[in-house]
């Protein structure tokens, strides 16, 4: 992986879009954003499997833009991370087969709710070191997608569009907002 994104990152100096002080952050970045994919696609191929690709990708929609905005807790590895986003789908997976948790769909409001409270307060919870214009942006970033997720919420019960699609966009936003709390949590522990 090291010797193909070097590759890329050298290409792309030598074409003159980034240049050769910047190959090694440029190398890094590709990394991430291969293994990010990667990740997200193999969760796709575990759905398929599952019986709940549709579902699955609803869910990571829900999900995924606040988290990359927002921010929120931060494995120590890669590895971790990973197998913590397996973890976190494999609960999701069984969740979604209890579907009787939609007659709580008024209860259950409140959690995207919660969720925008904690990515008003605390966005961007970031491992990375980012200025003061990009931390704005983020944080206006997020808290706009998380102000989406909790009108489609709000709106779903009193206009009777309460269904297994908003109860998976309610997981989403519970993941993000329990990933939210984790992080704030670790941050926390982290300066004592």
Request: net charge positive; hydrophobic share 50%; charged share 15%.
């Amino acid at each position: 992986m090291e010797r193909v994104t070097y590759k890329i990152a050298y290409y792309l100096s030598e074409m003159g879009h980034i240049q050769k002080s910047d190959i090694d952050i440029c190398r890094y970045g590709i990394e991430v954003f291969i293994i990010s994919v990667l990740e997200v696609a193999s969760l796709l191929f575990i759905s398929l499997f599952a019986g709940n690709f549709i579902y699955t990708l609803l869910f990571l929609c829900s999900f995924l833009p606040v988290r990359v905005y927002g921010g929120g807790y931060h494995a120590d590895t890669r590895l971790r991370c990973y197998l913590l986003f397996l973890a976190v789908y494999a609960l999701f997976s069984i969740a979604v087969r209890f579907e009787p948790l939609i007659q709580y769909g008024a209860f259950l409001m409140i959690i995207p709710v919660l969720s925008l409270a904690a990515v008003t307060l605390w966005a961007p919870l970031s491992g990375k070191t980012v200025n003061e214009r990009e931390r704005k942006k983020y944080r206006r970033v997020s808290i706009g997608f998380a102000t989406a997720e909790a009108v489609i919420v709000i709106c779903s019960v009193p206009l009777d569009f309460y269904n297994i699609y908003t109860y998976i966009i309610i997981l989403g936003t519970l993941t993000m907002l329990l990933s939210m709390i984790a992080g704030k949590l670790k941050n926390t522990l982290r300066r004592k």
